[in-house]
């Protein structure tokens, strides 16, 4: 199974700040990486897709990097609506993996 | 507009066994990767397994002993059968859509997730 690892667990930034949040596959992914936000009580929201496509409906603030094994999701201007939990997941191989997860509070 | 709706019992007892259903509207079973997902309290995502558009299926090995995953064209459902529950299955159980019918693609609709305690 391909490992996920997301750093850090959790981070505190304020309004208008740039985020970024990093994850680290076992294997190599070529570029089968995706970002999802999750809100408590809602069920996860796909912001990127393949490393760095925007999904239809996400704010431009958020964009995605990287190749191989190490991957990034970055927030330009840290919004309140922000505050989630940010999980990236590899669609490479199965079974489908997920990292431990980014809690981020403003 | 694509929507899924997870349906079932909330509470199970253990040993028994947990039957969900995944109600589509919007788009058709046969065209795309359907995935069961589960999350524990305060824990992270858990890939269960998938139904393929082509009928078949792929389950995570530690679960694939207990849990199958079915479709039905005809009422455009899918569902999720696992069993000898024990008070690890806690969780909040998650339907989702594979985008653009593939497997290696992002999962882009979700269910609104039911939570089913395992209980006695």
């Known amino acids: 199974d391909i490992q996920m690892t997301q750093s850090p667990s959790s981070l505190s930034a304020s309004v208008g700040d740039r985020v970024t949040i990093t994850c680290r596959a076992s294997?190599?992914?070529?570029?089968?990486l995706n970002w999802y936000q999750q809100k408590p009580g809602k069920a996860p929201k796909l912001l990127i897709h393949?490393?760095?496509s925007l999904q239809s409906g996400v704010p431009s603030r958020f964009s995605g990097s990287g190749s191989g094994t190490d991957f990034t999701l970055s927030i330009s201007s840290l919004q309140p609506e922000d505050s989630a939990t940010y999980y990236c997941?590899?669609?490479?191989?199965?079974?489908?993996?997920f990292g431990g997860g980014t809690k981020v509070e403003i | 507009q694509v929507q899924l709706q997870e349906s079932g019992p909330g509470l199970v007892k253990p040993s028994g066994t947990l039957s969900l259903k995944c109600s589509i509207s919007?788009?058709?079973?046969?065209?795309?990767?359907w995935s069961w997902l589960r999350q524990a309290p305060g824990r992270g995502l858990q890939w269960i397994g998938y139904?393929?558009?082509?009928?078949?299926?792929n389950v995570d090995n530690p679960l694939e002993s207990r849990a199958s995953i079915s479709g039905d064209a005809s009422t455009n459902q899918f569902s999720l059968t696992l069993n000898s529950l024990t008070a690890a299955d806690t969780a909040v159980y998650y339907c989702?859509?594979?985008?653009?019918?593939?497997?290696?693609?992002?999962?882009?609709?979700w269910g609104q997730g039911l939570l089913v305690t395992v209980a006695s």
């Open positions: 989702a859509r594979h985008a653009d019918g593939y497997n290696y693609s992002p999962l882009d609709v």
């Open positions: 919007g788009a058709s079973l046969g065209r795309y990767y």
């Open positions: 139904l393929s558009r082509h009928d078949s299926t």
């Open positions: 294997q190599n992914l070529i570029r089968y």
């Open positions: 393949v490393t760095s």
């Open positions: 997941q590899q669609s490479y191989s199965t079974p489908l993996t």
